[in-house]
């Protein structure tokens, strides 16, 4: 393969060898990328090379795994313990009408083998806790937030940081949504609790269950979401760490606001609280 695009390494903690190999029909189904200076068959190898974790298989999780899937990241899990409901099929387009009641992580890893049988898929129908984090985390580069309450949401931010993973999270409610991405310590950049210190007591911010959402709204953030993840893997462009996106579909209106470190943060300052997952548990 040419080494067009041979863009800076992503900073992935465990960045892997890259095998610039691919069979005739690989560089039929990824042609379109090949023909990106920035990504190239190189980034094309890097891509199969990373390992994304995808937590949630809901209205950010799907479209997410299934671009990621088509994109040909190499390996890809899915934690989720739910099952597929009818009230999600108006959001979640990795699930169908025929797999209600199924598992949503197997159901979509369905969705998103149909698309590329040629990606590696692990469903883990757990509910992620204090006491399996490190562990579901340990096996992937990059980890990605789509779940839907904070309780997760704290869990994922502290687990990653302690475990040295790239975190990108995005969050939708009714028709707005926003995205960053948290890299390891060390980076300068600010983590999760550097934003968001602590979460809202229970009750004062609504689900998307108790307040509703936009279908389309979880589709453009988790396409957005899945952006972000392959600028990581490829090292291009410029990463939003540091920065967080806001959207307002109602008012179709875009911002983004720079962050900065809190050397005060319970998790990344200068004197952290935080050392491990016990709060969790
Ligand atoms: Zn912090």
């Excluded at 040419?2 to 560089?27: C, K, Q, R």
């Excluded at 990344?268 to 016990?278: T, Y």
Aim: proline residues 5%; contains cysteine.
């Amino acid at each position: 393969m040419s080494p067009a695009g041979a863009a800076p390494t992503a900073n992935l903690p465990g960045s892997h060898d890259v095998d610039l190999e691919f069979s005739e029909a690989d560089i039929q189904r990824y042609a379109r990328h090949i023909l990106l200076a920035e990504v190239g068959g190189t980034g094309q190898a890097k891509l199969r090379a990373a390992r994304v974790l995808i937590v949630g298989a809901g209205g950010l999780g799907a479209p997410l795994l299934l671009y990621l899937a088509a994109a040909g990241v190499g390996t890809l899990g899915i934690v989720d313990n739910d099952t597929v409901a009818l009230s999600n099929l108006q959001r979640q387009i990795a699930h169908s009408t025929d797999r209600v009641g199924q598992p949503k992580a197997a159901s979509a890893a369905i969705a998103a083998a149909a698309i590329n049988p040629g990606v590696a898929l692990h469903p883990h129908a757990v509910r992620l806790s204090g006491a399996n984090a490190l562990a579901l985390l340990a096996d992937y580069d990059i980890v990605c937030d789509g779940t839907d309450n904070f309780a997760a949401r704290y869990l994922l931010a502290d687990a990653c940081h302690l475990a040295g993973k790239t975190l990108i999270s995005a969050a939708v409610l009714r028709f707005e949504g926003q995205l960053s991405v948290f890299r390891p310590a060390g980076r300068g950049t600010p983590c999760y609790r550097c934003l968001y210190p602590e979460a809202p007591p229970a009750g004062l911010v609504p689900s998307c269950g108790e307040a509703g959402v936009l279908g389309a709204v979880t589709g453009v953030m988790g396409t957005l979401q899945a952006t972000e993840v392959l600028k990581e893997i490829l090292g291009i462009g410029e990463a939003l760490a540091g920065r967080l996106l806001l959207w307002d579909a109602l008012a179709t209106r875009f911002r983004v606001i720079t962050l900065r470190r809190d050397p005060g943060c319970a998790l990344c300052g200068d004197v952290p609280a935080i050392h491990d997952l016990s709060a969790h548990e």
